[in-house]
Nanobody, 124 residues
Framework: QVQLVESGGGLVQAGGSLRLSCAAS????????MGWFRQAPGKEREIVAA????????YYVDSVKGRFTTSRDNAKNTIYLEMNSLKPEDTAVYYC?????????????????WGQGTQVTVYS
């Protein structure tokens, strides 16, 4: 089982940027697709972005396209979510997760390991 720890969340003004990191331990994530999810208060958790095992075929939910970029550094066993032009509606707890295979996955059921989440709050 891989352990995932997110960092980089915080409080930011609308229009600002944050970079989230997700560090893995316990085993390598180099053969797994990885994803970022978020859950806002009173809402269901949703996929934000996903990437395959080599960092290709990225997926982004429509609401973040052109603003968010996900990447990975397998040598560091870490993935990233670069978030620009942040909006108040991006406020949520952000989670990273490891998929069960190396493909780009978007369904929660295809992910087997989850981090504890990091809070992102965007104020106007």
């Amino acid at each position: 089982q891989v352990q995932l720890v997110e960092s980089g969340g915080g409080l930011v003004q609308a229009g600002g940027s944050l970079r989230l990191s997700c560090a893995a331990s316990g085993r390598t994530i180099s053969s797994y697709g990885m994803g970022w999810f978020r859950q806002a208060p009173g809402k269901e958790r949703e996929i934000v972005a996903a990437i395959n095992w080599v960092g290709g075929r990225p997926y982004y939910v429509d609401s973040v396209k052109g603003r968010f970029t996900t990447s990975r550094d397998n040598a560091k066993n870490t993935i990233y979510l670069e978030m620009n032009s942040l909006k108040p509606e991006d406020t949520a707890v952000y989670y990273c997760a490891a998929a069960s295979d190396g493909f780009t996955r978007m369904d929660e059921k295809d992910f087997h390991s989850w981090g504890q989440g990091t809070q992102v709050t965007v104020y106007s």
